[in-house]
Each structure stands twice: as structure tokens, then as C-alpha cells.
């Protein structure tokens, strides 16, 4: 088994792990602690000793014995008869359960901002160390640390017990858990800051924990179409810029590259998705990318039935940016006075105030209807409103060719 190989087993294996202690012991942040201590000596010993028969046994087994050595150091007695407990239940046959699910729930509680479950799920269910989500994120490793520890104190704190939630309550947790992997997926497709337009390790990540959602819950629609979504959109990464890392807008990728596994998986699952019986966001966002994934060309996008999805969607999901991408849509269909005239309804929106998108989608369009000097102005706007280094090349280029 090569290192890459090793490295993919206990990425796998990790939330399964965690899942598994957590439901018995309950403290999730000292049995994080203890498999992070298993991971660590699986990855030094197995390339010597070769990977066990049972691997994921064990790897609870030695987390589980790191757990107890830890309630034993506490000199509390309260904490010293829970390590008694601890030591004489430790199995040496250990339940083939997944608790993936139930420990996304967990890191997603209700009481964590956004940004604390999407650090605490990359930490706990994606395996990453705290040094690989803060460069992923571009904070310092000690405020990721910090951010990590107050999601962990904040779950303790709300008592919250690892048990899968029921009726409306279970179907809300799963959209907040969608949302960050959706979060996630984003800012690995386009990064929101830094030198690099998108981080692919990140998007995979992504993928991979949709994925292991998609395994438990393959009957779900928003769970298909979320991962549909994501393969459909991460196959195009390869055109999405030049060599020297400029950004290509989509109408001038070369769709020979857009890589046809993960285009023909994620066209499978957006028409398995739209299958049942009701609609959701991420449904009709996969059937968009669906739709794109079809042209040959750009030429030969249907932008009649991209407009009409997502008309669909801003009745479902209202959200300006929707708005934004509808107005694209209805420019491509209609003409850019049509596109423009759409964007105008969002110039009151606070939301939308200064950004970058906003001010780029006007600049295209109206570049496309003439206004050269309107579309320069915005275009060196967008450029100054956009973090993103590869964007603020690819608007400042744009506002140049209008200039010479």
C-alpha cells in the first residue's frame, strides 16, 4: 500500500472512529484528541507492520486506551471512576457502525456560527490538522486553533447528545450540514482570497464528505444534488485557467479538458435528483451545471432552460446572487438590456453593495451593449472589491483591452 493510499484509509476511517467513541464515552473533544493520537501512530506504524486485518478496530482500540489514559490523569474522582468504567468496556470487537452522519450533525450544531462548523467538520470528519484548515482558510494556525476550541466548548456547553435528531428537527440539521459542505466546496472551487483561484485539495474534501453523506442518505434528494453539483462544477477545474493561473470565463473554456467521469456521474445524479417529489436549491443548481455539462460549446448552452431553473430557484430560495446569475442567464437570452435592467432591481440590496460580482456582471454587460467607458469604470471597481488575486487580474486585464 503506497503513502497515498495509507493517508486515504485513515481520512476514511477517521470520522468512523470518532463517531464510534464519541457515542460511547461522550467527550468529544478528549476522544478527538485520543483518535488524532491513533491516526498518528497508524501512519507510523502500518507502512512498517503492515495495516491490520480489522484497521478501523484497531484504531478505536488504541484511541480508546489513549481516552482512558487521559481520564486517568485527571485527578478529579469523579473523572478517575469514569476511567474505571471506561477501562472495563473497552471491546475487543468493535460494532460495524457508521456514525459519520450522526458526527456531522454534531459539528454542525445550531449553536456554532458558520465558520466554527465548517472549521470543527474539516477538523473532526475530514481529518485535516488545524495547520492544513488554516491555510486552507488564511488565518494564522493559532486563531484556527482558538476557533476550533470555543465550536468544542460551545457543544459541550449546550449539552448536545450524539443521537440522531427526529422529523423536522433532523431535516433542518441536514440542511445546515449540506450548507457547510457547500460553504466548503466554494471556497475551495474559488477561493475568496489569496494568490490561487481555487484550492483543489479543498473542493475534493468537500466531495469526499458529500459523498459519505450521499452513501447514508442516497434516497435524499438535496443530498444527490448537492454532490451532483459538486462533480459537475469541480470537472470544469482544469479549463478554468491558464497556465500562468488567469482566470477563463466559462464561454471561453476549452471543453475538451472538462473531465468526463465526473461530468457523466454528476449528469446521472442531477436527473436522479430531480426525480423525487419535491424540488430544492441544490437540486436545481445541479440541473443548471447539468444543462451547461450538455453544450458542446457555449454557442450551444441552453439559455432558455438556464434562465427558467433559475427563475425557479429565486421562487424556491430567494437570494440576490441567484438574481445576479438569472440576469446573466436572461442577457444570454434576450440581450444585455435585459440582463441590465434585472441587475437595477438589486441596486438597493445591501447585500449585493460593492460586490465584486455585481459590479462585474455589469461591467460585461455593459460591455456588450456599448457603454465601453461604463463598463471600464466598473470593471476597475470590481477589481479593487475582489480579494482574490487571479480575479483582480483577470477585471484589471478586462478594463485594459476597453482602455487601449
Same mark, same amino acid.
Given at each position: 500500500?503506497?503513502?497515498?493510499?495509507?493517508?486515504?484509509?485513515?481520512?476514511?476511517?477517521?470520522?468512523?472512529?470518532?463517531?464510534?467513541?464519541?457515542?460511547?464515552?461522550?467527550?468529544?473533544?478528549?476522544?478527538?484528541?485520543?483518535?488524532?493520537?491513533?491516526?498518528?501512530?497508524?501512519?507510523?506504524?502500518?507502512?512498517?507492520?503492515?495495516?491490520?486485518?480489522?484497521?478501523?478496530?484497531?484504531?478505536?482500540?488504541?484511541?480508546?486506551?489513549?481516552?482512558?489514559?487521559?481520564?486517568?490523569?485527571?485527578?478529579?474522582?469523579?473523572?478517575?471512576?469514569?476511567?474505571?468504567?471506561?477501562?472495563?468496556?473497552?471491546?475487543?470487537?468493535?460494532?460495524?457502525?457508521?456514525?459519520?452522519?450522526?458526527?456531522?450533525?454534531?459539528?454542525?450544531?445550531?449553536?456554532?456560527?458558520?465558520?466554527?462548523?465548517?472549521?470543527?467538520?474539516?477538523?473532526?470528519?475530514?481529518?485535516?490538522?488545524?495547520?492544513?484548515?488554516? !491555510?486552507?482558510?488564511?488565518?494564522?494556525?493559532?486563531?484556527?486553533?482558538?476557533?476550533?476550541?470555543?465550536?468544542?466548548?460551545?457543544?459541550?456547553?449546550?449539552?448536545?447528545?450524539?443521537?440522531?435528531?427526529?422529523?423536522?428537527?433532523?431535516?433542518?440539521?441536514?440542511?445546515?450540514?449540506?450548507?457547510?459542505?457547500?460553504?466548503?466546496?466554494?471556497?475551495?472551487?474559488?477561493?475568496?482570497?489569496?494568490?490561487?483561484?481555487?484550492?483543489?485539495?479543498?473542493?475534493?474534501?468537500?466531495?469526499?464528505?458529500?459523498?459519505?453523506?450521499?452513501?447514508?442518505?442516497?434516497?435524499?434528494?438535496?443530498?444527490?444534488?448537492?454532490?451532483?453539483?459538486?462533480?459537475?462544477?469541480?470537472?470544469? !477545474?482544469?479549463?478554468?485557467?491558464?497556465?500562468?493561473?488567469?482566470?477563463?470565463?466559462?464561454?471561453?473554456?476549452?471543453?475538451?479538458?472538462?473531465?468526463?467521469?465526473?461530468?457523466?456521474?454528476?449528469?446521472?445524479?442531477?436527473?436522479?435528483?430531480?426525480?423525487?417529489?419535491?424540488?430544492?436549491?441544490?437540486?436545481?443548481?445541479?440541473?443548471?451545471?447539468?444543462?451547461?455539462?450538455?453544450?458542446?460549446?457555449?454557442?450551444?448552452?441552453?439559455?432558455?432552460?438556464?434562465?427558467?431553473?433559475?427563475?425557479?430557484?429565486?421562487?424556491?430560495?430567494?437570494?440576490?446572487?441567484?438574481?445576479?446569475?438569472?440576469?446573466?442567464?436572461?442577457?444570454?437570452?434576450?440581450?444585455?438590456?435585459?440582463?441590465?435592467?434585472?441587475?437595477?432591481?438589486?441596486?438597493?440590496?445591501?447585500?449585493?453593495?460593492?460586490?465584486?460580482?455585481?459590479?462585474?456582471?455589469?461591467?460585461?454587460?455593459?460591455?456588450?451593449?456599448?457603454?465601453?467607458?461604463?463598463?471600464?469604470?466598473?470593471?476597475? !471597481?470590481?477589481?479593487?472589491?475582489?480579494?482574490?488575486?487571479?480575479?483582480? !487580474?483577470?477585471?484589471?486585464?478586462?478594463?485594459?483591452?476597453?482602455?487601449?
Amino acid at each position: 500500500m503506497t503513502a497515498p493510499d495509507f493517508e486515504d484509509l485513515l481520512r476514511d476511517l477517521t470520522p468512523q472512529v470518532l463517531g464510534t467513541l464519541v457515542r460511547r464515552y461522550g467527550r468529544f473533544e478528549g476522544c478527538e484528541d485520543a483518535v488524532q493520537e491513533a491516526v498518528l501512530a497508524a501512519s507510523v506504524q502500518w507502512p512498517e507492520e503492515g495495516v491490520p486485518d480489522n484497521p478501523r478496530g484497531w484504531l478505536v482500540t488504541v484511541a480508546a486506551r489513549r481516552l482512558v489514559d487521559q481520564i486517568r490523569s485527571d485527578h478529579a474522582r469523579r473523572e478517575r471512576e469514569t476511567a474505571t468504567t471506561a477501562a472495563e468496556v473497552v471491546p475487543e470487537e468493535v460494532p460495524d457502525t457508521d456514525d459519520t452522519l450522526l458526527l456531522l450533525f454534531l459539528c454542525c450544531h445550531p449553536s456554532l456560527t458558520a465558520a466554527s462548523q465548517t472549521a470543527l467538520t474539516l477538523r473532526a470528519v475530514g481529518g485535516l490538522t488545524t495547520a492544513e484548515i488554516a !491555510r486552507a482558510f488564511l488565518v494564522p494556525e493559532a486563531t484556527m486553533a482558538a476557533r476550533i476550541s470555543r465550536a468544542k466548548q460551545r457543544i459541550r456547553a449546550a449539552g448536545s447528545s450524539f443521537a440522531l435528531p427526529e422529523g423536522a428537527e433532523r431535516e433542518e440539521r441536514l440542511r445546515v450540514v449540506l450548507h457547510v459542505l457547500y460553504l466548503i466546496f466554494n471556497e475551495g472551487y474559488t477561493a475568496s482570497s489569496g494568490s490561487e483561484l481555487h484550492r483543489a485539495d479543498l473542493a475534493q474534501e468537500a466531495i469526499r464528505l458529500a459523498r459519505m453523506v450521499h452513501a447514508q442518505l442516497p434516497e435524499d434528494g438535496e443530498v444527490t444534488g448537492l454532490l451532483s453539483l459538486m462533480l459537475l462544477t469541480h470537472a470544469r !477545474r482544469a479549463a478554468r485557467t491558464t497556465a500562468a493561473g488567469d482566470l477563463v470565463p466559462l464561454a471561453e473554456q476549452d471543453r475538451s479538458t472538462w473531465e468526463r467521469d465526473l461530468l457523466d456521474e454528476g449528469t446521472a445524479l442531477a436527473k436522479a435528483a430531480l426525480a423525487g417529489p419535491e424540488l430544492g436549491p441544490y437540486q436545481l443548481q445541479a440541473a443548471i451545471a447539468a444543462t451547461h455539462a450538455d453544450a458542446a460549446t457555449a454557442e450551444e448552452t441552453d439559455w432558455a432552460q438556464v434562465h427558467a431553473l433559475y427563475l425557479i430557484l429565486e421562487r424556491i430560495a430567494p437570494n440576490p446572487m441567484v438574481t445576479l446569475n438569472r440576469a446573466v442567464a436572461l442577457a444570454e437570452r434576450d440581450g444585455p438590456k435585459a440582463g441590465l435592467a434585472l441587475l437595477a432591481t438589486l441596486d438597493g440590496d445591501q447585500r449585493m453593495a460593492g460586490h465584486h460580482r455585481l459590479l462585474s456582471v455589469r461591467a460585461h454587460l455593459l460591455e456588450r451593449s456599448g457603454d465601453r467607458a461604463g463598463a471600464y469604470d466598473h470593471y476597475r !471597481r470590481a477589481a479593487k472589491a475582489t480579494a482574490s488575486l487571479a480575479e483582480q !487580474r483577470f477585471l484589471e486585464t478586462r478594463a485594459r483591452r476597453l482602455q487601449a
